[in-house]
């Protein structure tokens, strides 16, 4: 079974819709984040998160919403979506030690706005 | 500020071929520098990554990298390319003791049989 899942894979919505991206993972890690990638952008920091209780806005934050329900949990939410979120959503999670703090990613969920 | 940058788009490369995927960085402190590589319809996965210590890392499926402080460069290098290599790799920097990674923009790359 894969560490990280992300649920939809895929999903297609219109302007103005309410969306959320779900986030599990069953590495034990502390620390979770959702990216979005963008062609010839690379990754682009959302948000992230150190532990239940601590959450952060990364580089381009507005228009989205986290929520960490528990330490395997986080889920992201477009309130009222717009076409330029049209992208690819990663999670990623690390276990936050010494630093060195490799990320481990979800498969991915590609998200279309209408 | 962190910042990183892989100036090739695209690298071509016949299969059994040397490959290098160049990629450059700006921190302030000392890097933590890592490779990722991403398949069709696939999240990002670790290749390698360099914290201190020897300049050339090994990772993952015969690649390596080099790490060199003048020119502050972190090249993706494999001796034999495959075919099966041909995908998107992201040159990846945090400042150590920070907690924020910035990504490349991601080259992909081609190997022809």
């Known amino acids: 079974d894969a560490d990280v899942t992300q649920t939809p894979r895929n999903r297609i919505t219109k302007t103005g819709k309410r969306i959320m991206l779900e986030c599990s993972q069953t590495?034990?890690?502390?620390?979770m984040y959702w990216y979005r990638q963008d062609p010839g952008l690379g990754l682009r920091l959302i948000y992230y998160?150190?532990?239940?209780?601590?959450?952060n806005k990364g580089e381009i934050s507005d228009g989205y919403s986290v929520s960490r329900q528990a330490q395997a949990k986080f889920s992201l939410s477009l309130e009222s979506a717009i076409p330029n979120q049209t992208a690819l959503y990663f999670c990623a999670t690390s276990a936050g030690t010494s630093g060195v703090d490799t990320q481990y990613f979800g498969p991915g969920t590609r998200l279309t706005v209408l | 500020a962190q910042s990183v940058a892989q100036p090739e788009d695209q690298v071509n490369v016949a299969e059994g071929n040397p490959l290098t995927v160049k990629c450059t960085y700006s921190?302030?402190?000392?890097?933590?520098l890592f490779w990722y590589v991403q398949y069709p319809n696939r999240g990002l996965q670790f290749l390698l990554k360099?914290?201190?210590?020897?300049?050339l890392v090994k990772g993952s499926y015969g690649f390596e990298a080099e790490f060199n402080k003048s020119q502050t460069s972190f090249h993706l290098k494999k001796p034999s390319a495959l075919v099966s290599d041909s995908a998107l790799y992201f040159c990846a920097v945090r400042e150590g003791g920070g907690f924020k990674t910035i990504f490349g923009a991601g080259t992909r790359l081609f190997v022809k049989a």
């Open positions: 590495k034990g890690h502390d620390r």
């Open positions: 360099y914290i201190t210590g020897d300049n």
């Open positions: 921190v302030s402190g000392n890097p933590y």
């Open positions: 998160s150190f532990d239940v209780k601590d959450i």
